[in-house]
C-alpha cells in the first residue's frame, strides 16, 4: 500500500497528516470512477474532472495538449466511453468538438474532483510530478451550481 518514497518521507519527517488524507480522498475519487466504469453512472450523476495537463503521466492527443497547455476540465455526463479505472488513475474516451480522443488521467495530476448532482467536490493540492513550469496557473474555471469543496489546507500544519 506504501510506496518506498512514501516509507523514507514518513520517517524523516514524522507523520504527514495531510498527505495521508489527501490520499485517502483520492481513493473516494477513484472508488467512485470504478463504481461508474462497472455499473455507469446512476441517476443525475456526473463529474467534473480538472488535472494538470503538464503531469509527466497524462497522457493526451497533441492537438489537446497544445489547447489545454496547463489544465483542462472533462466532464463524465453522457458521451463517454472506456472509461477503465487502475490503482494509479483512469482511461476514457470522449469527444472534443466532435473529435474521439482517449486520454490517461493519473490520480495524482487531478486538482478537482465534483459531482454537482449532490454538491460534492474535492480540491487537492498539485503534486510534485506536474507540470515543469515556474509560471502561475490561471484561474480554473469552475463548473456551475454550487458544491462543497473539501480543502485539505485547513488540516496542514503551518
Same mark, same amino acid.
Given at each position: 500500500?506504501? $510506496?518506498?518514497?512514501?516509507?523514507?518521507?514518513?520517517?524523516?519527517?514524522?507523520?504527514?497528516?495531510?498527505?495521508?488524507?489527501?490520499?485517502? /480522498?483520492?481513493?473516494?475519487?477513484?472508488?467512485? /470512477?470504478?463504481?461508474?466504469?462497472?455499473?455507469?453512472?446512476?441517476?443525475? %450523476? %456526473?463529474?467534473?474532472?480538472?488535472?494538470?495537463?503538464? %503531469?509527466?503521466?497524462?497522457?493526451?492527443?497533441?492537438?489537446?495538449?497544445?489547447?489545454?497547455?496547463?489544465?483542462?476540465?472533462?466532464?463524465?455526463?453522457?458521451?463517454?466511453?472506456? /472509461?477503465?479505472?487502475?490503482?494509479?488513475?483512469?482511461?476514457?474516451?470522449?469527444?472534443?468538438?466532435?473529435?474521439?480522443?482517449?486520454?490517461?488521467?493519473?490520480?495524482?495530476?487531478?486538482?478537482?474532483?465534483?459531482?454537482?448532482?449532490?454538491?460534492?467536490?474535492?480540491?487537492?493540492?498539485?503534486?510534485?510530478?506536474?507540470?515543469?513550469?515556474?509560471?502561475?496557473?490561471?484561474?480554473?474555471? $469552475?463548473?456551475?451550481?454550487?458544491?462543497?469543496?473539501?480543502? /485539505?489546507?485547513?488540516?496542514?500544519?503551518?
Amino acid at each position: 500500500m506504501f $510506496r518506498e518514497a512514501d516509507r523514507e518521507v514518513s520517517m524523516r519527517e514524522g507523520l504527514n497528516y495531510g498527505q495521508m488524507m489527501e490520499r485517502a /480522498l483520492r481513493g473516494v475519487m477513484a472508488q467512485a /470512477l470504478s463504481r461508474v466504469a462497472e455499473f455507469g453512472l446512476p441517476g443525475e %450523476h %456526473h463529474f467534473y474532472i480538472t488535472f494538470a495537463t503538464g %503531469h509527466g503521466a497524462v497522457r493526451l492527443p497533441t492537438w489537446l495538449r497544445e489547447q489545454f497547455s496547463e489544465q483542462m476540465t472533462i466532464v463524465l455526463q453522457h458521451e463517454f466511453d472506456g /472509461l477503465e479505472v487502475t490503482p494509479e488513475g483512469f482511461r476514457v474516451g470522449l469527444s472534443f468538438s466532435g473529435r474521439p480522443a482517449e486520454i490517461y488521467v493519473p490520480f495524482d495530476a487531478v486538482l478537482t474532483f465534483v459531482d454537482p448532482s449532490v454538491e460534492f467536490g474535492l480540491k487537492f493540492e498539485a503534486t510534485e510530478a506536474e507540470a515543469e513550469t515556474d509560471e502561475e496557473p490561471e484561474p480554473e474555471e $469552475r463548473p456551475r451550481g454550487s458544491a462543497d469543496v473539501v480543502s /485539505l489546507d485547513q488540516f496542514r500544519k503551518p
